[in-house]
């Protein structure tokens, strides 16, 4: 009988490497692999399409690039160059336009969920808070009978609006997006999938907008400055966010503390995250990009040299508490997206770009319902001349060229890991 | 300094095993053996647009070769080596260092060497120095999967074409004369190549190849 043990065992053994084998690197165009799927986690970096419904889908939009028929996201670039299933979105709808837009004739559509689709990632989606840019979270907790502070509609509405343009995405959290996919798929992962994730950067843009919030009430208190610093301090996450009610010369400081601790703080979550919710549900092929470099954005450069540099100093504390956290991590690979933009922006010529700082997307064209938004930005809506090799296409979002080069240093990074 | 004896008293012995070894003007004679080509690649970066630094190198190749040769005077010998071509794999160094192979090639050399021989005709040991063309024939390119994924991924795939050239070549090496017919010969080259390999995404890559070979074959003089 023991011998018979020792065979199962043996077999069982062979058949969970076979399971889990990468493949070898084939001569044909696509990479002969082992995986099965893509699924992506994240933010609008990696959204295929969450929003694309009504007006949006209408104008030719749905990703947060210049879109068009052909350009793809860096998702699905890989999907193809790996040979598996096209991705598609698991989660649709834009259900809580403001007013504003809806009487402005801009149509929503109601959520949809497609169970069987693998990319989660979703625009503006943070790692754990629901208070995401342009979120339905905002808008509903400033709309609603909550506005903090005092006030009416209006002025929650005109907070809504200057705390982020009020569009009411879903903007599910990646943590959310990461249980979905259990929930989809019974619970555990076959270990043949590969598993995109690159999140965080709204958590910088929320601290960063509860930052500059702070200290515009501290810069001029009133009834709606401060009314903006506590809506920032809530949206941005952090404790005690009445505090800014009464914003005194020391509120900048605390606000800047509270930031870089809750971006850190999201770090590590998005590490437990990854570790309880993929990792230990049985994914062996964990891809994570850190965040690029935001404050080489254009949004980076408009908020001038002292305001890129807490930008920078916000994507580090996240990018290091992250590699922190992944670090020596089976299964996992990270991709430095940082360096690797950096260098974009230092080396335009070597990587074709021919703008590095000026988005692609027209912020005066009729064509974009969303002027300036690459959600809805399309050929048609650009600015004039040749914008095929820029870098951005809004003021955060890759142009279709920059989703490939983003597509290229992760195939670069996944093959030399062997995972091909 | 033993060492010098030795090889002194193992020349005379050759020298000494056998008479009337026959390699004079108007012979022909002809070898078969193998032949090892070993790049010495200094790679350029591949154009934009790429990583910077993205580099390749080149893979060491064996293969049975021949080479006909003949006697134009006692000393002066015309040889051209025959082979059915190498082949080699493209990796990716540089920036792109361990990401495997990113195209599969096969070289043709073709080779019209000038050599000459010292030492009288019929000596059993006869050093020589060569010098000639080479015509660098590539052919069965095939770019891999990967280099699909570092160039466009998810696109069509990328192919890549490397550009024959005529370039020198200068030689080394030696006849050991077992009797009038048979004799073994031993040589080292040296091709001072360079190629461009172009893409089809439009992309460049100068690489230096500077291949040596080493090629060690029996030969018979007719």
Known sequence: MKKWTWAVAAAASALVVAGCGGGGGGTASTNNTGFSQLVSFGDSLSDIGTYNVGTVAAVGGGKFTVNSPTAKNWTQLIAAQYNVP??????????????????????????????????????????????????????NYIVGATVQGG???????????????????????????????????????????????????????????????????????????????????????????????????????????????????AATDLVTDIKTLVLAKGATHVVVGNLPDISQTPYGISLGAQGAALTQQLTLAFNSTLAAGLNGLSGVLLVDLYTQGQSETANPVQYGLTNVTTPACSTTSAANPLQG????????STIAGDTSHYQYADTVHPTPYGYQLIAQFMTLKLIAAGWQ | MKTPYSILAAAALLTTAGAAMAQQAGSLSASIGFTNLSPSVTSGNLTAPSLPNTQATVNSNSQPTGAVNYMVTNNIAISVPLGLG???????????????????????????????????????????????????????????????ALTNPGGPATTLSFQNKLVPTIQLGAIINFNAKWYLDANYTKTFLSTTGTLSTGQTLNMKLNPSTITIGIGYKF
């Open chain 1, 151 to 265: 006030g009416t509609l209006a002025q929650g509405q005109s907070a809504a609006a200057s705390a982020g343009f009020a569009l009411g995405l879903s903007a599910v959290p990646v943590v959310t997006q990461m249980n979905t996919h259990l929930t989809n798929v019974g619970g555990a992962y076959t270990c043949k999938e590969l598993v995109t994730i690159i999140a965080g950067a709204n958590d910088v843009f929320m601290n960063l907008n509860g930052i500059n919030a702070v200290a515009t009430a501290v810069a001029g208190p009133s009834q709606s400055t401060i009314q903006g610093a506590v809506l920032g301090a809530t949206f941005a996450g952090w404790t005690n966010p009445n505090q800014y009610a009464s914003p005194s010369a020391s509120s900048v400081s605390t606000a800047q503390a509270a930031a870089f601790a809750a971006v850190q703080q």
């Open chain 1, 86 to 139: 096209t991705p598609c979105p698991a989660q649709t709808g834009l259900a809580n336009l403001l007013p504003s837009l809806t009487s402005a004739g801009f149509v929503g559509a109601a959520t949809q969920n497609f169970s069987s689709c693998r990319n989660y990632a979703q625009g503006s989606s943070r790692v754990t808070v629901q208070y995401a840019p342009y979120s339905a979270a905002v808008q």
């Open chain 2, 86 to 148: 190498f082949k080699h794999n493209v990796s990716g160094a540089g920036a792109i260092a361990g990401v495997g192979t990113i195209a599969t090639t096969k070289a043709l050399p073709i080779t019209l060497l000038g050599q000459y021989r010292f030492m009288a005709p019929d000596a059993q040991f006869r050093p020589y120095v060569g010098a000639g063309v080479t015509y660098a024939k590539f052919y069965d390119t095939n770019g891999t999967g990967v280099l699909t």
């Open chain 1, 373 to 380: 938004s690459s959600l809805t930005c399309t050929a048609a």
